[in-house]
T-cell receptor
């Protein structure tokens, strides 16, 4: 079983709609959680950290469920520019914050 | 904005040649990662360093790959000899360990071995 698992998609979303997807992680002692965004042939870029109480950044909302070991990302009022692959990242339990990446969820926003 | 700088951006080389990729982490960051990304495998961790000390290079083929941090401003990844299956994008990322601010990636080195 992979340490971090994501639905690869693609999630085809009409412009203006809401899309949400999850990521599950296997290590219950994981410390920190992030969502990264990666555009085709570009480097991953930090979208947002995920805090225990959940957090929002504009149209993006992230949630953490430690009991069920998953994090989620919700995008409201989708824009064409939101089309990308969204990577779930979990830090391991080692002292140094080793990053574990999911394989990514592809989102395609259509006009 | 502070950024992680990787050189070269693109590299085409013949099988058997040595390849050296360089990374300049963001000043003050104490953790540096090397990742490889292919269409088939996604992001694979090759090696990472904290305070210039190698912590984990278990993802790296030891017979041909080596990673070093000769000083705090430079991380290197070498492949010798290179093989066609090494063709991929190699990313360097830096950050502060245990930070909630995540890690910053460089633009990557796109390596093609023919």
């Amino acid at each position: 079983r992979k340490e971090v698992e994501q639905d690869p998609g693609p999630f085809n979303v009409p412009e203006g709609a809401t899309v949400a997807f999850n990521c599950t992680y296997s290590n219950s002692a994981s410390q920190s959680f992030f969502w990264y965004r990666q555009d085709c042939r570009k480097e991953p870029k930090l979208l947002m950290s995920v805090y225990s109480s959940g957090n929002e950044d504009g149209r993006f909302t992230a949630q953490l469920n430690r009991a069920s070991q998953y994090i989620s990302l919700l995008i409201r009022d989708s824009k064409l520019s939101d089309s990308a692959t969204y990577l779930c990242v979990v830090t391991g339990t080692d002292s140094w914050g080793k990053l574990q990446f999911g394989a990514g969820t592809q989102v395609v926003v259509t006009p | 904005d502070a950024r992680v700088t990787q050189t070269p951006r693109h590299k085409v080389t013949e099988m058997g040649q040595e390849v050296t990729m360089r990374c300049q982490p963001i000043l003050g960051h104490n953790t540096v990662f090397w990742y490889r990304q292919t269409m088939m495998q996604g992001l694979e961790l090759l090696a990472y360093f904290r305070n210039r000390a190698p912590l984990d290079d278990s993802g790296m083929p030891k017979d041909r790959f080596s990673a070093e941090m000769p000083d705090a401003t430079l991380a290197t990844l070498k492949i010798q000899p290179s093989e066609p299956r090494d063709s991929a994008v190699y990313f360097c990322a830096s950050g502060l360990s245990r930070s909630n601010y995540g890690y910053t990636f460089g633009s990557g080195t796109r390596l093609t071995v023919v």
